[in-house]
């Protein structure tokens, strides 16, 4: 059973930044594509950032892109999510997630594994 749980949400001023984790409970995950989703009450979860397995290919939404950075820490089976220039429109809750493959799906359907997720409230 893996177990992935997310931390470093908050409330933080427009224009602020955010470093959330996601640390995996079991060393194979390290080897898992991983992606951040995030969902805003009232709408449907949306794909935020993946990143492959070695940390070589990661793609954004459009909506993050230039503003949030997805890297990973496969000694320590944590990947990572910088979010900087923070908008209101970024608020949600985010969470991770992991499947076995190579691919770098972005449908929250394609994914195994999930964490409890974490608040990130951006005030205007």
């Known amino acids: 059973q893996v177990q992935l749980v997310e931390s470093g949400g908050g409330l933080v001023q427009a224009g602020g930044s955010l470093r959330l984790s996601c640390a995996a409970s079991?060393?194979?995950?390290?080897?898992?594509?991983r992606v951040w989703f995030r969902q805003a009450p009232g709408k449907e979860r949306e794909f935020v950032a993946v990143?492959?397995?070695?940390?070589?290919?990661?793609t954004y939404a459009d909506s993050v892109k230039g503003r949030f950075t997805i890297s990973r820490d496969n000694a320590e089976n944590t990947v990572y999510l910088q979010m900087n220039s923070l908008k209101p429109e970024d608020t949600a809750v985010y969470y991770c997630?992991?499947?076995?493959?190579?691919?770098?799906?972005?449908?929250?359907?394609?994914?195994?594994?999930w964490g409890q997720g974490t608040q990130v409230t951006v005030s205007s």
């Open positions: 997630a992991a499947r076995e493959g190579n691919a770098l799906w972005v449908r929250p359907r394609e994914y195994d594994y």
């Open positions: 079991r060393r194979t995950v390290s080897s898992y594509p």
């Open positions: 990143i492959s397995r070695s940390g070589g290919t990661t």
